[in-house]
């Protein structure tokens, strides 16, 4: 095993119980230790487990496997501020739903920027938001299916609006809500490079995943050494994290990442039963968050099967170094 896996491992073993945030549901206390904990940790999935180890709760936990994948997206974002991914429309998510619009404008100079208009729903971390990364339609290809540009938008931009989403049952620690775009201006700088859908929006369904997974995983580590669960059990954890950092580090494009990603996420719903009855002995509070919130290693777990049985075909049916993305 490298130096580079074993460094995380050490840091688990090490810090024990010493470096949780003691936030409690203040999210403004628990992302700046997020911050000053993650500093000098190159790689996101690392930040990520990190996040997760130091959490008061599952929502902390998720925002750093969230923040640490979009990282893991786009690195040039920075590691001190909080972005949020909007896609999803009225329509939902797919390419073809996306009526968000983009527009080449020139202002009376003849310089040409843009201009974002439309609605994004269900967005996470979205009054805690420093930055926006959305998808938007530039128009169409010659054949007809919708061009999609991914914008990084300044969340206190002049034309944004931010309105919170009430009654959101998982996660409520962390807020949720839509944002409207009306005529924001959009520099050129500010537009990321290539197709929004096949460099953003699909990856990002793995990297996400696997981020959010080695977040949790690490908020179950410190609530093992916490609790004095069974030394098994952490074992598993820290073998767990081993094989998640490996394919996070991976190209998300590559079929057998995706494959292999697909048994992690098995063997951590496996984890998740295994360790049902250690939860008996810990706070109520905390057991009552983690009953509530352990439904999110189930969300989109339809669309989970479809890409397993996509990447599956690619070794079945052609070349498995295709791109598994195109």
Not at 86 to 113: F, W
Not at 177 to 183: E, K, L, Q, R, W
Not at 301 to 316: D, I, P
Request: net charge neutral; proline share 4%.
């Amino acid at each position: 095993m490298e130096k580079s896996q074993l460094r995380i491992i050490d840091r688990l073993l090490t810090e024990g119980t010493q470096t949780v945030s003691g936030a409690g549901k203040q999210f403004d206390v628990w992302i700046q230790s997020f911050y000053r904990q993650t500093k000098g940790w190159a790689d996101p999935v690392d930040r990520a487990v990190i996040g997760g180890f130091i959490s008061d709760c599952v929502a902390f936990a998720f925002s750093a496997g969230y923040c640490s994948a979009l990282q893991s997206l786009v690195p040039e974002l920075p590691t001190d501020k909080i972005t949020s991914f909007c896609v999803t429309e009225e329509g939902g998510a797919h390419p073809r739903a996306i009526k968000t619009r983009l527009a080449p404008v020139s202002d009376e100079s003849g310089n040409q920027t843009n201009t974002l208009n439309g609605e994004k729903k269900y967005i996470t971390c979205a009054n805690e938001a420093d930055l926006i990364l959305a998808a938007a339609s530039s128009g169409a290809y010659d054949d007809g299916r919708n061009r999609i540009r991914m914008v990084k938008v300044d969340s206190r931009a002049p034309g944004v609006t931010i309105t919170p989403m009430k009654d959101i049952h998982l996660v409520p620690e962390i807020s949720h809500g839509m944002v409207a775009f009306n005529n924001v201006t959009i520099r050129n700088a500010d537009l990321l490079p290539g197709d929004g859908y096949l460099n953003y929006i699909k990856p990002f369904r793995t990297i996400e995943d696997l981020h959010v997974t080695a977040a949790i995983s690490g908020y179950l580590f410190r609530t093992a050494c916490q609790y004095d669960w069974d030394r098994e059990i952490k074992q598993t954890i820290l073998c767990l994290i081993v094989t998640i950092r490996t394919l996070a580090l991976s190209d998300p494009g590559a079929p057998a990442v995706h494959i292999l990603t697909g048994d992690v996420l098995s063997r951590t719903r496996e984890l998740i039963k295994r360790i049902d009855p250690y939860w008996e002995a810990v706070d109520k509070d905390t057991r009552d968050a983690w009953n509530r919130d352990k439904a999110l290693m189930d969300i989109a777990g339809k669309a989970r099967v479809r890409r397993l049985e996509t990447a599956w075909a690619v070794y079945q049916k052609k070349d498995p170094d295709e791109d598994f993305l195109s």
